[in-house]
Each structure stands twice: as structure tokens, then as C-alpha cells.
């Protein structure tokens, strides 16, 4: 581009000399190149320059690198053109702090002044007499105030970069008047208003970048006939209206519109008549519709960008004409594919032999992943699937197709991360794990139905950071391979049924921050070096098997060393008489029992109320499919989770079904039955009623059934859809409501059913949607009662429950790690958590929080300047909506997520007792509501 480069030669005329004394500068240019056959100024016009640059020096109060006293070289910081009709004054970078004095403007001669990227300060100074000047550069510093119209009187200037300020104010209309203009950039300030249409008039124009500002309006129509424009960036502002037809733009090369409210669609010659188009930007946007079929003809097209819109319809064949296309991002939109049709894209995207990156994550792609996926350039680094609905198991006999995962997705060998979470997906993961994909970073396949064991070549994947295979049907050991991923941060198996010893190896990951192995069937020691350390980084909770470890870990001690041989000969001798009387006298009593079963079942059944029927062992195996994967909706603390219809009662219902294999299963189910049959509230999981009988193998079987909810949980919402159905999100309003609901909830718990019960375990997975979307707090198997003592100031003693505290990681209050017992104070601090993952959509336990940051501390930092910048990206752009339809909605949407981050940072602080309690966090939540609900009525 002419403009850059112009201004990367005036700097290189620079790069290698050294900046001199201010004196020695002045003379320099008073002196218009004395020496060299030039005549000095007058007298009277020496003086005047010198004084200005005497008032420029006196306004700089930071000079690192000693500019007033450097010896003298022929130039310094002059720049001295060869006719000499020109002078430049070249300060870039230098560490400078002060304010710049409007001083300058009597430099009438001054055609170049660049002070960018320094520590410049205050008010941005007058330079209206500068009729010289061609550019102007001031980016990068912390500039402020409102941009004189006077500037329009420079009206030579061509170059204007004062990016990267903290300019307010609106852009003035006048600068439509200096029509030499090839170069403007005002980004990264605070300018309001519209954009001027004067800004058609530059008809010179090449670069115009007004990104991150507070921008509003449409774009002006003369923008779009600039015909000498290249690039055009408007991002991160508050811009609305379409993109019209009637496009000039025959040269561009970049097109950044992302992150405003611009809808609602595109025009159908977009891609037309633009061979020179290199990059298109338009995510987080309103955009809707089908995507235009013309974007295949933008044959320079290298990185195109239609994320978080609005866009249906199959992803057009075209784009496998962008030959030279390197990243292609469609997620979070509404895109369709199915089992017969929609997946021809894929194929074709053989032809984009740069691709690295690839993204069709949460739309509405169903069916299997076709083998296709072979055809993709051998040299993609990312391919993300996830949030969709890719389901089904290739039939046995199909050579390319086994499992849900086609082997072909092997051949990728340069993928560095692979995303199919949040699906249907089934089968084996072996041909992700077998070894082929070396270059692997980050491998998430969780909240799927993958069954089979772990591959063990997964271990040759020795660049991988992040491994999440949680919320999946897995089995086996974890491979032994897996102590050579050196590189490992976060390892997340949980909700598996992975089974043997946990590996020693993990101890010498000294990068591993976080490790989950809970609620699988692991069974022996817990190792005691590396991050089992850390008992705050581990969570082993679910695996009844598992022995010893750290103290916090609360688990059984293991049994002692093996004997030796000869007191083990003494033992044997001794227990053979006493086993055979044991063994007659069990032999008698299992005959007994016999008969007595033969005579009568063994069949216990209470219910909860009247109102509904007891059921049966093979009621349940009816409902279910005989607990058939397909109907698997979640596992919980002591077993899983199956929806189903009984059909004497026509209703829906989640049937959670105890794994009595596992410690303390039985007593959860019955406390769990105690506190349920005591409690009742709106907000509180309905229990329709409980089974505890015998199963058709003559084994103990134990279930609780609840009333369906039909939109899944909070977790699922916030971070992966619900059942993999795609979504915008949750609303503001929505939020607030779920964060009243499971308040008031909690205040029931701990304040009115009498005794106060602590739940324990609150978190996103445990909050339930029915289909109002009201929320409902469920899984109660290891809330408790509290004693009735005073909590003292540390939180070491008082109001706490008489059992060991259970929890998940990321969400248990920081005193429970000195082995302090449950208290309500603990569900506050959760409560907390809960509302912060709300608000910024991000899981306490997500790979951004690590060595000293977590959620609270992150969110405390950014609270309450940049609060509107931390929240989720679908928050972001409904406040957007708020703020442009109206100041005072715009302002009562602050309001609310400035009160809702008070209430959390209250909640998490880390002294027990300096948390509010539920009953108070619930009244000021009703009033947030309330006030948010009213502001944005009107």
C-alpha cells in the first residue's frame, strides 16, 4: 500500500542515526541545511522556532534516554529533505512523557511530525497553523480530550494516525475538507456519534480504520464509493445497517466490520468483481439468511470470518474455490448439514490447499462426520466440530467409517486442535489417539457418548497441553503413555468408567495445573508427589476404591504391607477351621433366604405423596430402554443419570439410578430420601418419588425419580448448548431470573425448612431448567444438616455440618482446604462462583486461570472499569443492543452487571463471616431484577 509504505520510509531515512541535543535541533532546522549551500533564516524567525522548541522541551518530563543531553551528529531528530522545502521532526518511540505543547504550530514549516508511541499525556494540543504538514502521526500514546476542528486546516495533510488514545468526542465533520488525505486511522479512542458523511469526500483515501471506538449509526454510503480504498476497518463499535449492492470497491483488501449490529444481509455480489479481497471480518454481528454463493468468487479471499451471526442454510460449495483460503470461521451460527445432505462443502474445501484453521462449531450440522474429512489440506492445524449434533455409529462392515470418528481425520497430521465436544458422537476414539497426530495441542471430545478404552498412542502426542475427554462412556486404564505428555496443563477424564490404578507417572507432568479424575471406577493408592501435592488442582471425588493420599483428599487409609511367608503359613492355618464353620453356616443361610424369596419377592417401595404411583425395578427398565446409553443424560455424585416415560403415569421423568458399588452410595440415596421427603420449595428439583428394591439379578438396586427438565442444566447452556440443539445464549434477563430462583432456594435450605441443610455442591451442572427456564437446585446426595453453634471469624468452627466436605473443584470455598467441615457460608462462596461463570462464561476451572489467577480474583481485577468487557461474548452483544436503542437502557444494563458482580465479589470473599448470607444476597438480587426489568420495559 502506497500510504505504508510512504510513512516505513520516512522512518527508515531515520534507523540509523542517532537522536541529538534539543539545541543542536533547533539549529539544525533554523539553519535550513547550512553547509550545503542554503541560507539560515532571519533572525526574528530563528527566535520564534527556537522558542517553540524551547516550550516543546519544557512540557516533557520523562526523558530516558537523555535527549538534552546527547552530543550532537548532523542530523538528530530533524529530517531534512533534499530540496530542503520541507522538515520532519521524528520522535518515535523514544520513552517520552510530558505534554505536547500547541507550541508546535508555530513550526509553520513542518511537513512531518511524529511523536507516536511514546508517554505523551493531557490534552491534545493545537496545530492549526502547521499548513505545511502532510503527516501526522500520534498513535500510541495516552492523549485525551476532543480533536480541535483547527486540525482541518492543515490541509495538506495526507497521513493522520492518532490510533491507540483515549480521544472522546465526536469525529469532526469538517475533516471531509482535506481531500489529500490517503491515510486515516483514529482506532482505539473513545470517539462517539456517527461517522461523517463527509468522509465520502476523501476520495484519495487507501486506509481508513475507525475500529474500537463507540461508533453509532450507519455507515455512510460515501465510504462505500471510496475507489481507491484498501482497507476499510469499522470493528468493535455500535454501527448498524446493511452492507449495500451498490459496492466501489474495486481494490480492497480488507474489510473489518466484526463485533458491531450490522444486519441483516448480505449482498448477494459480495464476492463479485473483488479479486484483490484478502480478508473479510464480520463476526458478532446481526447478519441472517444464506451466505451469499458469490463469496467463491473473492479468489485472493485468505481468511474469511462469519462467526456468532445469524446465518442458515448449508455452507455454500463456492468456498472451495479460495484457493488461497487459511482460515475459515462459520461458528455459532445457525448452518445446516444433515445425514443425506449439506456436507458437499467439505469435500470441496480440497481445493484450499493453505487452510490451517477450520470452524463449523455450534451450528446445526447432524449425522455422522463424512470420510470426506480425509480430503481436507494435510497441513490444517484446527478443526472445530463442536456444539453441533453429530451422532450415529457406522455400520460394522463399512471400511471407511468406524465409530463416529472416520479414520481419514488421522491423515490431518498437522492438526493442532481438534474440537468435537458438546455432540451425539459414539464409537471408539482410537483413530484420534493413534499416534498420527503428533502435532496435537488441545483435544477436546467431552460431553459425548465415546466408548472403548483411551488409546495409548495418545502418549506419542507429546506437544498436547490440554486433553479433555470428560462426560463420556469410556473404559480401561489410563495409558501408561500418558506420563510421556511432558507438556500436559489440564487432564479432564472425569464422568468415564475408566477403571485400574492411578499412574505414578503423572506425578513427573511438572506442568500439569489441573487434574480430574473424579467419578470414574479407579481403585488402589492415591500417589502423593507432583500436583497430588496440590489437593485443590485434583479432583478424585466418585471413586469409592481409591485409598490413601494427601489428608485433604479424606480418603480410607490402604492396608498395610504384605506379611511375611511364615506368618503368613500361621494365618492360614489358623483361618482354615474358621472358614469352613463360616462357610457352612452361610451355606445354611443362603438356602434359607432362598426359600424365603421363592415364597415372597423382596420388594420395597415408598413414594412421596399420593400422587403418584409406585413403581417398579421393571417399571424403570420399561422407561429406560433397560438403561439403555441412548437415554444417558448425565452422571452424578453416586451414579447416572437416564431419562424416560412410565407409562401407567404418562410423564417424562430423569430417573437417577445409584451405583451401590460405590462408598457411600446407599447412605447417599437414603439421605438424600430424608432431606427431600422434609423439604419442598418452587426452586428445589421436584422428587415425584424413590425405588429400592431388587433388579432381575438379584442385586440391590436403588433409584430416585424426578420430574423431567426439559432444557437440561445451566451447565450446558453456558458452555456447550443444550443437547447439542444450537442456541444464542442466555439472555440478561434470563440470567438474573436463574441466579433469583436458585437464591431463593438457598434461602429456604439454610433459613426456612426449619434445621439448616447444606447443599454442598453448587455448581451449573447441578441447576436445572424446566421449560420456562426457571431454575431448579437438585442433586442433594451430600447436603447435610448444620450444628447450631455460632461460625467463628476464621470459618474453622460454628454453623457446619457434622460430615467432611465434599464438593467440586473450582466451586469449594477456600477454608474447606484446612479440612473445615460443610457451612452455609461454603454454599455462599459457590453461589458466588456460580454467578461469576454467569456473567463471563467461563468455567472456574478453564484453561485461562492458572498459577495465581482464578475466577474471583480475574473478575475482581477487571471490576468495575472493563466489567463490560469480560463478560461472555452473547452479553456483549446484547448490551450492545441496549446501549444503542437507548442511553438509558444502555445505562440501566451497566447498572445491572456492575450490581450482579458486587453480589459475587461479596459472596467469594475469603473470610467466611464477611459474606453476606442468602437472605440477603436474595433481596438485593430481587431488586437488581426488579430495576433491570423495569429500565428496559420503557
Not at 168 to 187: A, V
Amino acid at each position: 500500500m502506497a500510504v505504508v509504505n510512504r510513512r516505513d520510509m520516512c522512518y527508515g531515512q531515520e534507523q540509523h542515526v542517532k537522536l541529538a541535543v534539543f539545541m543542536q535541533l533547533i539549529l539544525l532546522l533554523v539553519c535550513y541545511g547550512v553547509g550545503n549551500g542554503v541560507h539560515c533564516s532571519t533572525l526574528q524567525e530563528n527566535s520564534a522556532d527556537l522558542q517553540s522548541l524551547l516550550d516543546f522541551k519544557m512540557g516533557i518530563i520523562e526523558d530516558p534516554y537523555s535527549l538534552g543531553t546527547a552530543a550532537p551528529t548532523s542530523a538528530g531528530g530533524v529530517v531534512s529533505s533534499a530540496p530542503l522545502d520541507g522538515h520532519g521532526l521524528n520522535l518515535t518511540d523514544k520513552s517520552l512523557a510530558g505534554k505536547v505543547s500547541s507550541s508546535l504550530a508555530n513550526l509553520t514549516s513542518l511537513s512531518f511530525l511524529d511523536l507516536s508511541s511514546n508517554h505523551f499525556f493531557g490534552q491534545f494540543p493545537l496545530l492549526n497553523h502547521l499548513q505545511q504538514l502532510e503527516t501526522l502521526y500520534m498513535n500510541s500514546n495516552s492523549l485525551d480530550g476532543i480533536t480541535p476542528d483547527t486540525l482541518t486546516n492543515c490541509s495538506k495533510l495526507r497521513n493522520i494516525d492518532l490510533s491507540g488514545n483515549q480521544l472522546r468526542g465526536t469525529i469532526p465533520p469538517k475533516i471531509g475538507s482535506l481531500t489529500n488525505l490517503e491515510f486515516l486511522d483514529l482506532g482505539n479512542n473513545q470517539f462517539t456519534g456517527i461517522i461523517p458523511a463527509t468522509v465520502g469526500n476523501l476520495t484519495q483515501l487507501q486506509f481508513l480504520r475507525f475500529r474500537d471506538n463507540q461508533l453509532e449509526g450507519n455507515i455512510p454510503d460515501g465510504v462505500w464509493k471510496l475507489s481507491n480504498l484498501t482497507s476499510l476497518v469499522l470493528g468493535q463499535n455500535r454501527l448498524s445497517g446493511g452492507i449495500p449492492q451498490a459496492l466501489n470497491l474495486p481494490i480492497l483488501l480488507l474489510l473489518g466490520l466484526e463485533e458491531n449490529m450490522l444486519g441483516p444481509v448480505l449482498p448477494p455480489n459480495i464476492g463479485y468483481a473483488r479479486p484483490s479481497l484478502k480478508r473479510i471480518s464480520l463476526f458478532s454481528n446481526k447478519f441472517e439468511g444464506h451466505i451469499p454463493t458469490s463469496i467463491g468468487n473473492a479468489l485472493g479471499l485468505q481468511i474469511l470470518d462469519f462467526s456468532k451471526n445469524n446465518f442458515t442454510g448449508q455452507i455454500p460449495t463456492s468456498i472451495g474455490r479460495l484457493s488461497q483460503l487459511s482460515k475459515l470461521n462459520l461458528e455459532m451460527n445457525q448452518l445446516e448439514a444433515s445425514e443425506d445432505q449439506g456436507w458437499e462443502f467439505l469435500y470441496e474445501l480440497r481445493n484450499c490447499m493453505s487452510l490451517t484453521m477450520l470452524s463449523f462449531s455450534r451450528n446445526n450440522l447432524q449425522g455422522t462426520i463424512p470420510h470426506s474429512v480425509a480430503n481436507l489440506p494435510s497441513n490444517l492445524q484446527v478443526l472445530l466440530l463442536g456444539g453441533n449434533k453429530l451422532s450415529g455409529i457406522a455400520p460394522p462392515d463399512n471400511n471407511k467409517l468406524d465409530g463416529s470418528i472416520p479414520p481419514s481425520l488421522g491423515y490431518l497430521t498437522q492438526l493442532l486442535v481438534v474440537d468435537l465436544s458438546c455432540n451425539n458422537l459414539q464409537g471408539s476414539i482410537h483413530h484420534i489417539g493413534d499416534g498420527n497426530l503428533k502435532q496435537l495441542v488441545k483435544l477436546h471430545l467431552s460431553s459425548n457418548k465415546f466408548s472403548g478404552g483411551i488409546p495409548d498412542a495418545l502418549g506419542q502426542s507429546q506437544n498436547l497441553v490440554i486433553i479433555q475427554l470428560d462426560q463420556n462412556i469410556l473404559t480401561g486404564d489410563i495409558p501408561l503413555s500418558s506420563g510421556n505428555l511432558k507438556a500436559l496443563n489440564i487432564l479432564d477424564l472425569s464422568h468415564n468408567y475408566l477403571s485400574g490404578t492411578i499412574l505414578s507417572a503423572l506425578n513427573d507432568l511438572q506442568l500439569l495445573s489441573k487434574l480430574d479424575l473424579s467419578y470414574n471406577q479407579l481403585q488402589g493408592e492415591i500417589p502423593r508427589n507432583g500436583i497430588f501435592e496440590n489437593t485443590t488442582a485434583v479432583s478424585l471425588d466418585g471413586n469409592w476404591r481409591l485409598c490413601g493420599g494427601a489428608v485433604d483428599f479424606h480418603m480410607p487409609l490402604c492396608s498395610a504391607a504384605s506379611r511375611k511367608i511364615e506368618r503368613k503359613c500361621d494365618l492360614v492355618r489358623l483361618l482354615i477351621p474358621i472358614f469352613g464353620f463360616m462357610s457352612l453356616t452361610m451355606l445354611i443361610y443362603v438356602i434359607t433366604l432362598g426359600k424365603r424369596k421363592s415364597r415372597k419377592a423382596y420388594l420395597f417401595l415408598f413414594s412421596f405423596g399420593k400422587q403418584f404411583p409406585k413403581v417398579s425395578h421393571s417399571d424403570l427398565v420399561r422407561a429406560t430402554g433397560n438403561f439403555s446409553n441412548s437415554n444417558l443424560i448425565g452422571r452424578g455424585s453416586y451414579g447416572s443419570v437416564y431419562k424416560g416415560k412410565l407409562t401407567m403415569a404418562k410423564i417424562d421423568v430423569a430417573i437417577k439410578v445409584f451405583n451401590l458399588e460405590m462408598r457411600r452410595a446407599d447412605r447417599s440415596f437414603v439421605s438424600e430420601c430424608e432431606v427431600l421427603r422434609t423439604i419442598r420449595h418452587r426452586n428445589l428439583l421436584p422428587i415425584l418419588t424413590a425405588c429400592s428394591t431388587i433388579d432381575y439379578r438379584g442385586k440391590d438396586f436403588r433409584a430416585l425419580i424426578y420430574e423431567l427438565m426439559h432444557n437440561s442444566n445451566l451447565d450446558r447452556w453456558l458452555h456447550c448448548g443444550h443437547a447439542g440443539v444450537v442456541h444464542k445464549g442466555l439472555s440478561m434477563d434470563q440470567r438474573v431470573s436463574i441466579a433469583v430462583n436458585i437464591a431463593d432456594a438457598l434461602v429456604y435450605l439454610h433459613h426456612d425448612c426449619g434445621r439448616p441443610i447444606v447443599h454442598c455442591d453448587v455448581k451449573p451442572m447441578n441447576i436445572l431448567l424446566d421449560e420456562d427456564m426457571s431454575a431448579h437446585l437438585g442433586d442433594f446426595g451430600i447436603a447435610s444438616l448444620v450444628l447450631d453453634s455460632p461460625l467463628t471469624s476464621d470459618g474453622n468452627s460454628g454453623r457446619n455440618s457434622s460430615i467432611v466436605v465434599k464438593g467440586t473443584i473450582g466451586y469449594i470455598a477456600p477454608e474447606y482446604a484446612q479440612s473445615v467441615h460443610a457451612s452455609t457460608y461454603g454454599d455462599v462462596y459457590s453461589f458466588g462462583v456460580v454467578l461469576m461463570e454467569m456473567l463471563i462464561g467461563k468455567r472456574p476451572t478453564d484453561s485461562m486461570f492458572e498459577n495465581e489467577l482464578s475466577i474471583t480474583n480475574f473478575v475482581e481485577k477487571n471490576f468495575p472499569d472493563n466489567i463490560s468487557h469480560i463478560i461472555d461474548a452473547y452479553l456483549q452483544e446484547e448490551c450492545k443492543g441496549f446501549i444503542h436503542a437507548t442511553r438509558r437502557t444502555g445505562n440501566a444494563t451497566y447498572k445491572c452487571l456492575v450490581s450482579l458482580t458486587q453480589v459475587a465479589l461479596s459472596c467469594t470473599r475469603p473470610i467466611p463471616t464477611e459474606r453476606m448470607n442468602m437472605r440477603e444476597i436474595a433481596v438485593r438480587l430481587h431488586a437488581i431484577r426488579t430495576s433491570y426489568v423495569e429500565a428496559i420495559k420503557k
